[in-house]
């Protein structure tokens, strides 16, 4: 069983950044890809970014790629979402999502809702124009 704690939402200006973290228990986190999604109120749960195992591989959203940088630190537990360059439109409940890695890795696969056992409670983020 894996536990995810997000922290690090919160409030910033369009143009802004803004980091959030993500935190999981147990001794098997290496093991596990991670992955960010979002959900603004009244739409459906999207993909954001995801990161491998060992964390050499990332894959993005286009509405991300360039401003957002996923990165984990297996030795912390800890998963984070870089968030640069934010715009209204980025604003939205961010989740983080866990799944043990089977065979190669890879990020389209890795990119929807289905293949994650292991969710967080989300973290507001809120960007203002």
């Known amino acids: 069983q894996v536990q995810l704690v997000e922290s690090g939402g919160g409030w910033v200006q369009a143009g802004g950044s803004l980091r959030v973290s993500c935190a999981a228990s147990?001794?098997?986190?290496?093991?596990?890809?991670m992955a960010w999604f979002r959900q603004a109120p009244g739409k459906e749960r999207d993909f954001v970014a995801t990161i491998s195992m060992s964390g050499g591989s990332t894959y993005y959203a286009d509405s991300v790629k360039g401003r957002f940088t996923i990165s984990r630190d297996n030795a912390k537990n800890t998963v984070y979402l870089q968030m640069n360059s934010l715009k209204p439109e980025d604003t939205a409940v961010y989740y983080c999502?866990?799944?043990?890695?089977?065979?190669?890795?890879?990020?389209?696969?890795?990119?929807?809702?289905?293949?994650?056992?292991?969710w967080g409670q989300g973290t507001q983020v809120t960007v203002s124009s």
């Open positions: 999502a866990a799944t043990r890695q089977v065979g190669v890795y890879s990020g389209s696969r890795y990119s929807r809702p289905a293949p994650y056992d292991y």
């Open positions: 147990g001794r098997t986190f290496s093991s596990y890809v």
